[in-house]
């Protein structure tokens, strides 16, 4: 794809090929990175890092340390912010764990996402030789998510938690018995799930699993009291028609913070829990006081 042959819903808009993006590093306040955490990000961020203040979306939570790592030595020899895993998970539920466990520190952390379609599962899928579409639903087992609910603190696994659904269409002549082992081996993704693949047309695909939807679930519960008798469950939830639509606004919010700490000169690579809620809003400070305290 050229850019001239990429047709945008906000007229006058101009497109360029990334591969000439260092040109416009000084046009750019910040660059918002889009690519998908299994094999774009992991070497996009910390390229592009060289030359702007940069937010990425990279969501595969076992290599966030080694993410980060690479991002801050580079933004910091080039005095630039560097903004990663910013979404809603890692992102929002990010911020929820960690304050609900620094309130109740005597306690368990949950996380439940779905049911709905993961983009970085599915990218990850498509990224199998063979595959010609996808989509992964997560799903979350109701049995474990009401016993949490209950607070009755049990020990679930990350099988036991939840449940992966694939559906995949392959290119003609493709191994499907391949393609499936694949998937159901694929560390960090789905190795340590019950996974179950269908192979589908792309026009069922396209007709039952067009939409986006997705959500999840943040609980914490914990104990208080001097013998510990009170329990306490602290609940935030999503409910997502449009996934990357909700994505796209997190990461949005984050980029004006980014440019406040770029400002400030606070240089290097940044999480979430690195961002003061205030650096998010358009509000000023006087303005968030008065409505919002």
């Given amino acids: ?110 996380t439940f996402w779905g049911k709905g379609v993961s983009q970085g599962h599915s990218d990850a899928i498509r990224r199998i030789e063979g595959v010609k579409d996808a989509r992964q639903y997560t799903i979350p087992v109701e049995a474990a998510l009401e016993a949490v609910r209950s607070g009755s603190a049990p020990a679930l696994t990350t099988r036991q938690k939840h449940t992966r659904e694939c ?35 792309q026009e069922e695909l396209e007709k039952n699993h067009s939409g986006i939807p997705h959500g999840g679930f943040v609980i914490r519960t914990g104990k208080t009291g001097w013998n510990e008798e009170h329990n306490h469950v602290v609940e935030y939830s999503l409910k997502l028609d449009s996934n990357p639509e909700f994505t796209a606004s997190v990461i949005v919010a984050y980029a004006r913070a980014v440019y406040r700490m770029a400002q400030k000169q606070d240089f290097g690579c940044k999480t979430v829990f690195d961002v003061a809620p205030a650096l998010l809003s358009p509000l000023s400070g006087e303005e968030l006081r008065k409505k919002m305290l």
Avoid at 49 to 58: E, G, I, L, R, T
Avoid at 187 to 200: E, K
């Fill in 167 to 201: 559906f995949v269409v392959a290119e003609e002549g493709a191994d499907l018995q391949r393609i499936q082992h694949e998937i159901v081996t694929m560390p960090n993704y789905f190795a340590d799930y019950d996974t179950t693949v269908h192979f589908i047309s």
């Fill in 1 to 110: 794809m050229t850019p001239q042959s990429l047709q945008i819903l906000t007229p006058n808009v101009p497109v360029y090929k990334a591969a000439d993006a260092e040109a416009y590093k000084d046009l750019v306040d910040v660059l918002i990175l889009c690519g998908g955490s299994a094999t774009d990000l992991p070497h996009q961020t910390p390229e592009f890092a060289q030359w702007f203040h940069v937010v990425d979306s990279f969501d595969t939570h076992a290599a966030i340390p080694e993410h980060f790592q690479a991002v801050d030595q580079q933004a910091k020899e080039n005095s630039k912010v560097a903004l990663i895993s910013c979404g809603w998970d890692p992102g929002m539920f990010s911020l929820n764990r960690l304050y609900a466990s620094a309130i109740l520190p005597c306690g368990t952390d949950y």
